[in-house]
């Protein structure tokens, strides 16, 4: 069973747009919900996280929106420029635990 | 070096052979996880080591084998495999601690024949 759904697989951007990427967990116990960024060829490697207790963070053109209630939370990338280009993979778990809930990736293009 | 370093970066293998995976991280970390990463899936979680003890084995069949000698060296042996075995085992590392990222290598493809 998957706990963590992510979305759209894919996503073609041009220069300068913003990127959308959705994901939504069942487990209430989740408190940390990171998301990493991997480049062809290269191992993924943390981008941004969160925690419940805010509902948005900003790390440079990288902002994360996180809501508790409906159990979703989802990437924008501001100003998508072509080094982006890139699969990108949300995740979550507890705390104390060490096993991730990772998403099924989503493919991101941008366009010069 | 640094980071978290995998060896070999490519390997073929036929269904009766014996190999082995070999994992390296110079951070410092004292937990290493080996993952799988098929397309299309998300990353699964096969195996985690704490101060180089297995705390998590996940349902993963007995044709791999993972050994941790130290807390910097992690390996997986294979034999038997299957086709659809054949993935991007990425390995990682991280410190003990809630919030503590994962820190990945590069991965060896496996193709199994």
């Known amino acids: 069973q998957q706990q963590v759904k992510q979305s759209p697989q894919s996503l073609i951007v041009q220069k300068g747009g913003i990127s959308i990427i959705n994901c939504a967990y069942e487990?209430?116990?989740?408190?940390?919900f990171p998301w990493y960024q991997q480049f062809p060829g290269k191992g993924p490697a943390l981008l941004i996280a969160?925690?419940?207790?805010?509902s948005e963070k900003k790390e440079g053109r990288f902002t994360i929106s996180f809501n508790k209630s409906a159990k979703q939370f989802s990437l924008h990338i501001m100003d998508s420029q072509p080094g982006d280009s890139a699969t990108y993979f949300c995740?979550?778990?507890?705390?104390?635990?060490?096993?991730?809930?990772f998403g099924a990736g989503t493919t991101v293009t941008v366009r010069a | 070096e640094t980071g978290v370093t995998q060896t070999p970066r490519h390997l073929v293998m036929g269904m009766t052979n014996k190999k082995s995976l070999k994992c390296e991280q110079h951070?410092?970390?004292?937990?290493m996880y080996w993952y799988k990463q098929s397309a299309k899936k998300p990353l699964e979680l096969m195996f985690v080591?704490?101060?180089?003890?297995?705390?998590e084995n996940n349902s993963v069949p007995s044709r791999f084998s993972p050994e941790c000698p130290n807390s910097s060296h992690l390996f997986l042996h294979l034999h038997t495999l299957q086709p659809e075995d054949s993935a991007l085992y990425l390995c990682?590392?991280?410190?003990?601690?809630?919030?503590?990222?994962?820190?990945f290598g590069n991965g060896t493809r496996l193709t199994v024949t």
């Open positions: 990682a590392s991280s410190q003990e601690g809630a919030f503590s990222p994962l820190h």
């Open positions: 487990n209430t116990a989740f408190d940390y």
């Open positions: 969160i925690r419940p207790d805010v």
């Open positions: 995740a979550a778990t507890r705390s104390n635990d060490y096993k991730l809930s």
């Open positions: 951070l410092g970390h004292n937990a």
């Open positions: 080591y704490s101060l180089e003890e297995r705390v």
